[in-house]
């Protein structure tokens, strides 16, 4: 495998929309499209294939000199063409890739399917914002169109905290610093305490990973700033029982009333098959922050109640999963199967489609369908 061959690999996987790339030993390469993987007809991959694609992948790194290690985050571009979060682990002592492709141009909020409200979301002043979902749900996708939001409209200083860095903005109406871990800093809380030194506007970490992480943004919110962050959590209640149990239990009332007042939203994200079944449009359930809501987070044994407010805040730019999978029905943009599956409660949401006359037992036989596939490319690799 030589430096031509994998920018061949990476550039189809451009091409042809994927947004994840696999190379591992006994396997051919593997592409991942709208949530299926997808074979190339290339060769079955060796343990030379696979340390030869680390290495090039590693060329400049500080790593390159020492490939003993066990699993490794870091970024990679082609110039011009797209650019690639990459890890490399190890599994059997042989080089496992995974490579989730960044596309160069960062999308709007139209075109990303996401609920307008989110760019009024991107243009607060203040507080605390998560961008929530399982991985591979848009987490990332969501929060660099966020921050190129606040790029296009005000005359603010960003700092980005991200492991690695992503998208590349560049400067509109903003001054952006984007600073990576490992290689511009030692780790989060690392960057965020030297944030607040750098005269942030607004601060975006790439995830909420621990205590320290967690406890410092929202101190970066307490004084001022506007964050913006992600987690892996499923919804809006989990999120919130996420934060809080980052910290020992003596001190989770505390952490309660400072989430209670800096939170200003939470938007998770569930991306779905279309009923075309050419593409993925997101389901988002959004909490924006009202004196309701901010009891439920303070009273542990009221948390629950947070999705009736959410469920009643429609006026005010909330929903719950289950009422934007509704609108997508209604808008034709999934099938019946689809929603069903991804509901959160089912039965409730079967009622409230028999309710609207809707067919719970629809059949989506009518609809195209994706059977196996497989990438051939024209260009002999």
């Not at 006359?357 to 994706?370: C, F, I, V």
Request: with cysteine.
């Amino acid at each position: 495998m030589d430096r031509e061959k994998l920018h061949r690999l990476l550039r189809l996987g451009i091409e042809k929309g994927a947004s994840d790339i696999h190379f591992q030993v006994g396997y051919l390469p593997l592409y991942r499209f709208n949530g299926e993987l997808v074979e190339l007809r290339y060769k079955v991959l060796s343990a030379k294939d696979t340390e030869a694609i680390a290495r090039l992948l590693l060329e400049g790194d500080i790593h390159e000199s020492d490939m003993s290690f066990s699993e490794l985050d870091l970024a990679y571009e082609l110039p011009s063409e797209g650019r690639f979060r990459v890890n490399i682990s190890r599994q059997r002592r042989f080089y496992n890739i995974v490579l989730r492709v960044i596309p160069l141009q960062i999308r709007t909020f139209d075109e990303l399917n996401l609920p307008s409200v989110l760019r009024d979301l991107a243009q607060l002043g203040r507080g605390y914002v998560l961008i929530t979902g399982a991985t591979g749900m848009g987490k990332s996708t969501t929060l660099a169109t966020m921050i190129q939001e606040v790029n296009k409209v005000r005359k603010a200083k960003i700092i980005t905290i991200e492991d690695p860095i992503e998208f590349v903005f560049t400067h509109d109406k903003s001054i952006i610093t984007q600073r990576e871990i490992g290689t511009d800093t030692a780790s989060f809380p690392d960057a965020l305490h030297s944030a607040l030194r750098q005269d942030p506007d607004v601060i975006m970490v790439g995830e909420m990973r621990d205590l320290e992480t967690v406890d410092t943004s929202l101190k970066a919110a307490e004084t001022g700033h506007m964050v913006f962050s992600s987690i892996h959590t499923g919804d809006v209640s989990s999120t919130i029982n996420r934060l809080v149990s980052f910290f020992p239990s003596e001190e989770q009332n505390q952490v309660r009333a400072r989430v209670a007042d800096n939170l200003r939203a939470i938007v998770s994200l569930r991306l779905l098959t279309n009923k075309k079944q050419t593409g993925r449009v997101p389901a988002v359930e959004i909490m924006r922050s009202t004196r309701s809501i901010q009891e439920c987070i303070k009273d542990p044994a009221k948390t629950h109640e947070i999705h009736d407010w959410i469920a009643k805040g429609r006026t005010e730019g909330m929903q719950t999963f289950d009422q934007h999978l509704l609108d997508l029905l209604r808008a034709n943009k999934i099938s019946v199967e689809t929603a069903l599956n991804a509901a959160s409660n089912p039965a409730d949401f079967r009622t409230k489609l028999a309710l609207e006359g809707g067919d719970p037992d629809e059949s989506s036989a009518s609809e195209s369908t994706m059977g196996p596939m497989e990438i051939e490319s024209d260009e002999r690799f």
